[in-house]
C-alpha cells in the first residue's frame, strides 16, 4: 500500500468512527433518562428526543416547519388498534397533504423493551415515509407521555404476553411547535381527513 493509499484509509476510517460515535451518542442521549422537556408554552405537547428506526437520535427540532400528527402506542399494540390508526391517518394526511411535503406522523412506541430500531423499522417500512417511529427509555418515555397527555397502560396479552395500549387521540402540532387540537385515534380516514381539514385550514370553507 503507498503511502497516499494509507493516507486516504486513514481519512476515511477516521470520518466512519467519528460518524458512529455520533450516532452512538445521540442513541445513548435518547435512551437515557433525564432529557429536559420543552412544552414551548403548550397545554399538550412539545419537545422529544427518540431513538429512531435508524439508530439514530430524533428530535422535535427536526420537524420544525412541518405538521406533527402524534400517536402513542407500540408494534404489539392492544388489538393492534395502532396499525389501523396509523394507516388510516397516513390516508387522511395523503389527502390534505398529497405532496406529503408539510407533514409528518409521529410514533412514539411506549414498549422499548420490545420495540429497537429493527422492529420498528420493520413495523412501519409497509405504510411509506409519512410515519416516523422512535422511542426511549421507560422513565423518559413516562415523562414525555405526561407532556402529550398520553395514558401509559400495559395490558396482559395470551400470545405476546403483554401489549400497550394506543393513546386515544393523534395530537397535531403546527410548523411553529404550537398545539393545535387532537384527533380521535380510532375515526376511519374519511372522518381524520375532516378534523384534519378543520385543523390544519381553519379558514377554508368547508
Not at 100 to 126: C, E, G, K, M
Request: glycine share 8%; aromatic share 6%.
Amino acid at each position: 500500500m503507498t503511502p497516499k493509499d494509507k493516507r486516504v484509509l486513514t481519512v476515511t476510517l477516521t470520518v466512519l468512527l467519528a460518524a458512529g460515535i455520533a450516532t452512538g451518542a445521540g442513541t445513548f442521549l435518547a435512551m437515557q433518562h433525564g432529557v429536559k422537556l420543552n412544552n414551548y408554552g403548550n397545554e399538550v405537547g412539545g419537545s422529544f428526543r427518540l431513538m429512531d428506526a435508524s439508530t439514530g437520535s430524533m428530535t422535535d427540532l427536526m420537524f420544525r416547519g412541518r405538521w406533527m400528527v402524534v400517536l402513542f402506542g407500540a408494534t404489539h399494540c392492544t388489538q393492534d388498534a395502532c396499525e389501523t390508526a396509523l394507516r388510516n391517518m397516513s390516508e387522511a394526511l395523503n389527502k390534505v397533504d398529497p405532496y406529503r411535503r408539510n407533514a409528518s406522523i409521529i410514533f412514539v412506541s411506549l414498549d422499548p423493551q420490545r420495540d429497537n430500531a429493527p422492529r420498528l423499522h420493520q413495523y412501519t417500512d409497509d405504510m411509506g415515509t409519512r410515519v416516523v417511529a422512535g422511542t426511549a427509555s421507560p422513565e423518559a418515555l413516562a415523562e414525555l407521555a405526561r407532556e402529550y397527555h398520553a395514558p401509559v397502560e400495559k395490558v396482559s396479552d395470551p400470545e405476546w404476553g403483554y401489549t400497550m395500549k394506543m393513546s386515544p387521540s393523534f395530537v397535531v402540532m403546527d410548523p411553529d411547535a404550537h398545539y393545535k387540537g387532537s384527533i380521535d385515534a380510532t375515526l376511519d380516514a374519511g372522518a381524520m381527513q375532516v378534523r384534519l381539514e378543520q385543523i390544519m385550514h381553519p379558514d377554508v370553507k368547508q
